[in-house]
């Protein structure tokens, strides 16, 4: 029976086909999928924040875009996945909230788009797909079968990328 | 102007609602948005919660439910957030309610400017009331910004105000207060997010000793 594996927020999760990953409400955060097509492996990180390095509390890794990463191509290595077929897609980092004097906090979407394109580009991992910015929420499932990552929004259209 | 004047007279029925509050919390506090005094929303006893960010959006019925959200920085001594959440189904209901419509004229995806300014002036007296109460028992000042409002997914509203506590905690503190009309019906949860120290200094202008 395949499951749909739910991921939750600053929180990671790595699965094979038939089953899929899926995040719930992606506003600001972004959901990094990466995936070993070869072996059908495939990961989902929903991460809060751009850097571990400026936080207080770094010990959950899989709130941080830099440290979420590390995590997840660690585990992937350690189930068999090949670090040369590591290929990713990317979805949310969005601005939710427009106040009239803007503040470096409302731009925390954007700032987490940079960083995980960053991060993937220091781990020469691919970026194969994104869909990111905008001002509106995201739900994403993803299929590690195909590598298909289905994003669904309110208002603003359904598409795979 | 008639709209305007509907407005007033509820920001007015919220400055006696805070006379109340002096009186007592618990849970007898309304506001009333209606001018036939049949539309009356109840504030019930804050309760607190501390949560990983992960379960709060569970406290909205989901991450991908469909809510509105408006949310305040309130600056001061005890420096925090407010974030005032309703369904869109409950928000077109007040918003119809504001304007004087039928109920379910209000198309909640396609809001116009004016429907969007009658939604934080809610937000607006709502986060007064609440403050003013705070402040009352505290003695301390609470100065909330102007709103600011999302439509959009519980979890993808939440996800950029937690962001912020993010570099500092895993875990939230929520003071939820439900607002119910005609005594059943949940309308919307209001949350304070106190920022790392603030809630030290409302408990100890509480007497609260830990």
């Known amino acids: ?161 | 102007m008639k709209k305007g004047g509907r407005l007033h007279k509820a920001i007015r029925f919220a400055a006696r609602c805070t006379e109340r509050n002096r009186e007592y919390w618990s849970g007898k506090c309304s506001n009333r948005t209606g001018t036939d005094g049949s539309d009356k929303i109840d504030m019930t006893v804050p309760q607190v919660s501390i949560l990983p960010f992960a379960d709060v959006p569970d406290l909205l019925g989901g991450a991908d439910a469909h809510v509105v959200g408006i949310y305040f920085i309130v600056t001061g001594p005890a420096p925090t957030s407010i974030l005032f959440i309703l369904s869109a189904e409950k928000a077109g209901l007040l918003v119809d309610m504001l304007m004087q419509r039928k109920t379910g004229e209000t198309d909640i995806y396609n809001l116009s400017e004016i429907e969007i300014s009658a939604m934080m002036e809610l937000g607006n007296i709502l986060s007064a009331t609440y403050l003013n109460a705070l402040s009352m028992f505290t003695q301390l000042t609470f100065i909330p910004s102007v709103p600011a409002l999302g439509m959009d997914m519980a979890g993808a509203i939440l996800n950029a105000i937690l962001a912020q506590f993010g570099e500092i905690a895993d875990h939230v503190l929520l003071l939820e207060t439900d607002f119910t009309k005609d005594q059943d019906e949940v309308v919307g949860h209001f949350f304070l997010l106190p920022e790392p120290g603030s809630l030290q200094t409302i408990l100890k202008a509480l007497g609260v000793s830990f």
Do not use: W
């Open chain 1, 1 to 161: 029976m395949a499951k749909i594996i739910q991921v939750g927020m600053a929180d990671l999760k790595m699965t094979r086909a038939p089953d899929r990953l899926m995040t719930a409400g992606l506003g600001s955060c972004i959901g990094i999928c990466i995936y070993d097509r070869a072996i059908k492996l495939g990961s989902l990180a929903h991460i809060m924040l751009p850097s571990s390095l400026q936080a207080k509390n770094p010990e959950n890794m899989a709130k941080f875009a830099d440290s979420a990463i590390e995590v997840v191509i660690d585990m992937m290595l350690k189930n068999g996945a090949n670090r040369s077929r590591l290929q990713a897609k990317i979805a949310g980092g969005a601005q939710m909230f427009r106040f009239s004097g803007e503040s470096d906090i409302m731009k925390i979407g954007e700032r987490n788009a940079i960083a995980v394109e960053e991060n993937l580009q220091k781990h020469r991992i691919p970026l194969l797909a994104r869909d990111t910015g905008g001002n509106y929420g995201r739900t994403i499932t993803f299929d590690p079968e195909t590598g298909d990552l289905l994003v669904r929004t309110i208002g603003h259209g359904e598409r795979i990328i």
